[in-house]
């Protein structure tokens, strides 16, 4: 009797699908690692801080709301979707003839669900988001080829000499296991390494010291003068009519020089850049007038920037952002939690969470995201120094010390 698709076990081309499982869950570990660290060096985790290539920016990716499925993250998805398919890979090279068919057949529609769902997310992150993953093209890339195999898989006709012998049934099991045991030494080295670097939050303190760090030279890098605007942003014209003088702001009102930055409260890179414009803010408050303006990049952002809103209406602004970066989670802060801080810094808790519930200042924040998207804004943290954005290599404390030393 003829035998059906997916009936067959087909050495060559089963012992790539689970290799590419294998590839798989190494660079699921990889992305698990960096968003761990949020991505302080970059999407693969291999570029100084200071250097952060801006065109792909994976944080925006993995914190967006397509970024969790279910309430659970992607990459927790995506190690277990890998791990199901090599385990099935595994499996198929020592079952029976008779149950191939149904191991195919559970991880061909793993392979389809997979596949569909990875379409989606390069979708969004083409049309929605506007920003790239590397890491999660390179998953998707995976699956791709996956789901190539499988289709060559379905449409070949069974072949009686893909049928497989106990011997080498026996050669494929034992060389699968080394190469489980090569993905587990390379995973470990992966955590192992970064392990050894230090963290975010030394990284920042470093740069916002201007301190090149142990194993850098001082004339190296930005150390020598480097200091520049984003070329690839225009010129805003119109700059002081992004602000006004009920913004909440430190600094001279009347300086020649408007910095302005734009900030998303549960951005890692936001809460990183903080202690550093806290240093330029004072080693500069009267050549300059700081806006220090949110720009809501996640929808669990929004509660929290409304918070801020209402914050500033009593004059609380800056405690609150300084309580919500303290406080700053993946899943953003709860209600509760915001009111918590409101009655920490002296706010009439109860009212700020009526007015949030009310959605008081939801048109203000819509509005500000919407005129910074006009001035230029496509991630943040961004720093505009009057009209001129700065680039990101150039947000240390010394490099906009001497820039708006320039501009004014």
Same mark, same amino acid.
């Given at each position: 009797?003829?035998?059906?698709?997916?009936?067959? !076990?087909?050495? @060559?081309?089963?012992?790539?699908?689970?290799?590419?499982? +294998?590839?798989? =869950? $190494?660079? %699921? #570990?990889?992305?698990?690692?960096?968003?761990?660290?949020?991505?302080?060096?970059?999407?693969?985790?291999?570029?100084?801080?200071?250097?952060?290539?801006?065109?792909?920016?994976?944080?925006?990716?993995?914190?967006?709301?397509?970024?969790?499925?279910?309430?659970?993250?992607?990459?927790?998805?995506?190690?277990?979707?890998?791990?199901?398919?090599?385990?099935?890979?595994?499996?198929?090279?020592?079952?029976?003839?008779?149950?191939?068919?149904?191991?195919?057949?559970?991880?061909?529609?793993?392979?389809?669900?997979?596949?569909?769902?990875?379409?989606?997310?390069?979708?969004?992150?083409?049309?929605?988001?506007?920003? !790239?993953?590397? @890491?999660?093209?390179?998953?998707?890339?995976?699956?791709? +080829?996956?789901? =190539? $195999?499988? %289709? #060559?898989?379905?449409?070949?006709?069974?072949?009686?000499?893909?049928?497989?012998?106990?011997?080498?049934?026996?050669?494929?099991?034992?060389?699968?296991?080394?190469?489980?045991?090569?993905?587990?030494?390379?995973?470990?080295?992966?955590?192992?390494?970064?392990?050894?670097?230090?963290?975010?939050?030394?990284?920042?303190?470093?740069?916002?010291?201007?301190?090149?760090?142990?194993?850098?030279?001082?004339?190296?890098?930005?150390?020598?003068?480097?200091?520049?605007?984003?070329?690839?942003?225009?010129?805003?014209?119109?700059?002081?009519?992004?602000?006004?003088?009920?913004?909440?702001?430190?600094?001279?009102?009347?300086?020649?020089?408007?910095?302005?930055?734009?900030?998303?409260?549960?951005?890692?890179?936001?809460?990183?850049?903080?202690?550093?414009?806290?240093?330029?803010?004072?080693?500069?408050?009267?050549?300059?007038?700081?806006?220090?303006?949110?720009?809501?990049?996640?929808?669990?952002?929004?509660?929290?920037?409304?918070?801020?809103?209402?914050?500033?209406?009593?004059?609380?602004?800056?405690?609150?952002?300084?309580?919500?970066?303290?406080?700053?989670?993946?899943?953003?802060?709860?209600?509760?939690?915001?009111?918590?801080?409101?009655?920490?810094?002296?706010?009439?808790?109860?009212?700020?969470?009526?007015?949030?519930?009310?959605?008081?200042?939801?048109?203000?924040?819509?509005?500000?995201?919407?005129?910074?998207?006009?001035?230029?804004?496509?991630?943040?943290?961004?720093?505009?120094?009057?009209?001129?954005?700065?680039?990101?290599?150039?947000?240390?404390?010394?490099?906009?010390?001497?820039?708006?030393?320039?501009?004014?």
């Amino acid at each position: 009797m003829a035998k059906g698709p997916l009936s067959t !076990y087909r050495p @060559l081309l089963d012992s790539a699908v689970f290799v590419l499982g +294998l590839l798989g =869950i $190494l660079v %699921v #570990v990889h992305l698990w690692i960096q968003s761990d660290r949020g991505f302080d060096r970059g999407c693969f985790g291999f570029d100084e801080p200071e250097y952060v290539d801006p065109s792909f920016d994976c944080e925006a990716v993995t914190r967006s709301e397509a970024g969790s499925l279910f309430g659970v993250s992607n990459v927790i998805w995506g190690g277990l979707f890998y791990l199901g398919l090599t385990g099935l890979s595994l499996a198929l090279t020592r079952v029976g003839s008779g149950r191939v068919q149904n191991l195919k057949k559970l991880r061909a529609a793993a392979i389809t669900f997979g596949f569909a769902y990875s379409v989606y997310l390069s979708y969004v992150q083409y049309s929605d988001i506007g920003e !790239y993953c590397k @890491l999660c093209l390179m998953s998707a890339s995976i699956v791709m +080829l996956m789901f =190539i $195999l499988q %289709v #060559v898989d379905f449409v070949t006709k069974a072949d009686s000499t893909s049928s497989k012998s106990d011997v080498s049934s026996g050669r494929r099991w034992f060389l699968s296991l080394g190469l489980m045991a090569a993905t587990v030494v390379l995973a470990g080295a992966d955590v192992a390494y970064f392990r050894t670097l230090p963290p975010p939050q030394e990284e920042s303190r470093r740069l916002a010291e201007g301190n090149p760090g142990d194993d850098e030279s001082p004339d190296d890098g930005l150390q020598t003068g480097e200091c520049a605007y984003d070329l690839e942003k225009p010129f805003v014209e119109n700059y002081r009519d992004l602000v006004n003088f009920n913004d909440p702001s430190l600094g001279n009102p009347e300086a020649p020089v408007v910095v302005i930055e734009f900030f998303d409260p549960n951005c890692p890179h936001c809460k990183t850049t903080h202690p550093i414009m806290k240093q330029v803010i004072e080693a500069n408050s009267e050549k300059a007038w700081f806006v220090i303006r949110p720009f809501v990049l996640w929808q669990q952002s929004l509660a929290q920037t409304e918070a801020l809103m209402a914050a500033a209406h009593e004059g609380k602004y800056f405690e609150m952002l300084e309580a919500q970066f303290s406080l700053q989670k993946r899943e953003g802060l709860s209600l509760e939690e915001l009111k918590s801080i409101a009655s920490q810094i002296g706010m009439d808790a109860d009212l700020m969470a009526s007015r949030i519930q009310q959605g008081l200042f939801r048109g203000i924040v819509l509005r500000q995201r919407e005129s910074g998207i006009e001035a230029g804004v496509t991630s943040v943290p961004a720093v505009m120094i009057n009209g001129r954005f700065v680039n990101r290599q150039s947000r240390t404390a010394d490099c906009l010390t001497e820039l708006i030393g320039e501009a004014s």
